[in-house]
């Protein structure tokens, strides 16, 4: 099994700037894409961005020009680099990895247990 821990979050001002990372270990033949999601309370979990194996990135336009998606395949890591923070960026965080375990198993999306990001003064 792939197991994915995010660490970074926390309390920022407006304007401020984070950065969430999230390792996955255990069991791993290989990751595909990875994506960091958010949801905020009363609202549906939101993609946030997508970076591939490859390093193609994709992000909300939400996000466009404030975030940055990251990773480091020695590592298995994914970061996201958040600037500008606003206060409608408080959420929990998520990250999500499609990996396969092993080599004769299919792929799965496997998810952190999330991280709380909150913008307040």
């Known amino acids: 099994q792939v197991q994915l821990v995010e660490s970074g979050g926390g309390l920022v001002q407006p304007g401020g700037s984070l950065r969430v990372s999230c390792a996955a270990s255990?069991?791993?033949?290989?990751?595909?894409?990875m994506a960091w999601y958010r949801q905020a309370p009363g609202k549906q979990r939101e993609l946030v961005a997508t970076i591939t194996s490859s390093g193609s990135t994709n992000y909300a336009d939400s996000v466009k020009g404030r975030f940055t998606i990251s990773r480091d395949n020695a590592k298995n890591t994914v970061y996201l680099q958040m600037n500008s923070l606003k206060p409608e960026d408080t959420a929990v965080y998520y990250c999500?990895?499609?990996?396969?375990?092993?080599?004769?198993?299919?792929?799965?999306?496997?998810w952190g247990q999330g991280t709380q990001v909150t913008v307040s003064s």
């Open positions: 999500n990895a499609y990996a396969k375990a092993t080599m004769m198993s299919p792929a799965y999306d496997y």
């Open positions: 255990g069991s791993i033949f290989s990751i595909n894409a």
